[in-house]
């Protein structure tokens, strides 16, 4: 069990920019969850699959975010024509569907 | 809906010295609720949590907290910190029958001065 990972740990990127990010989970975990954290703030969720299927999403997640999880492994996160105010943490966590096990993290500026 | 508030957004104390870290939480239902850590550019480390039973709850690094259904609360506490207990702490609560969906507070920033 290597734990949550995430790459990459740093994204710089300029506004318009497409930008996507991975998250592999703890193998036998079936749920995934993304969430956001701003500076200052507490992470706030963005949206959670269990295996294949998304079932919640965040009103947060505008349509310019997309996440998918095709096989019920990894997962990844898209964000299309980036916007300044679009830099934070972006945090990914998994579960059995008890406590949520977090990875480090992907920090995205948008300049 | 949940909602979390962690009252101090910062915390300065010497070491060896107690803390309390402070959080109240909001809800209509059972809840659980959580304390996490945050070291600097790191992802979030489970201290301890809530379920049901016991109301004082023991958690990593020496670090309890108890549970306070009258008065919404779940304080952190240390009896004695040291520098490497540093960081940002997060209160999170989630509903008894929805773990999927937990709500942080906005964090409290630990600061252990020698």
């Known amino acids: 069990d290597t734990g949550v990972s995430q790459d990459p740990r740093h994204k710089i990127t300029k506004r318009g920019q497409n930008v996507t990010f991975r998250c592999d989970p703890i193998?036998?975990?079936?749920?995934l969850y993304w969430y956001r954290q701003t500076l200052g703030q507490g992470p706030e969720f963005l949206t959670y699959?269990?295996?294949?299927?998304?079932?919640?999403k965040s009103r947060l997640l505008s349509d310019r975010f997309s996440a998918e999880r095709p096989k019920g492994s990894f997962s990844t996160l898209e964000i299309q024509r980036t916007e300044q105010g679009d830099s934070a943490m972006y945090l990914c966590?998994?579960?059995?569907?008890?406590?949520?096990?977090f990875g480090p993290g992907t920090r995205l500026t948008v300049t | 809906a949940q909602s979390v508030t962690q009252l101090d957004s910062q915390v300065p104390v010497f070491e060896e010295a107690p803390v309390e870290l402070r959080c109240n939480y909001s809800?209509?239902?059972?809840?659980?609720l959580f304390w996490y850590v945050q070291y600097p550019n790191q992802g979030l480390q489970l201290l301890l949590k809530?379920?049901?039973?016991?109301?004082l709850v023991k958690g990593i690094n020496g670090f309890e907290a108890e549970f306070n259904k009258s008065q919404t609360s779940f304080h952190l506490r240390k009896p004695s910190v040291h520098i490497s207990d540093t960081a940002e702490y997060f209160c999170?609560?989630?509903?008894?029958?929805?773990?999927?969906?937990?709500?942080f507070g906005t964090g409290t920033r630990l600061q252990v001065f020698p």
């Open positions: 966590a998994s579960s059995s569907g008890g406590t949520q096990t």
């Open positions: 193998s036998e975990h079936n749920r």
């Open positions: 699959f269990q295996n294949e299927a998304q079932l919640e």
């Open positions: 809800s209509s239902v059972s809840v659980y």
């Open positions: 809530y379920l049901s039973g016991s109301t």
């Open positions: 999170a609560v989630s509903a008894s029958y929805n773990t999927d969906k937990l709500i």
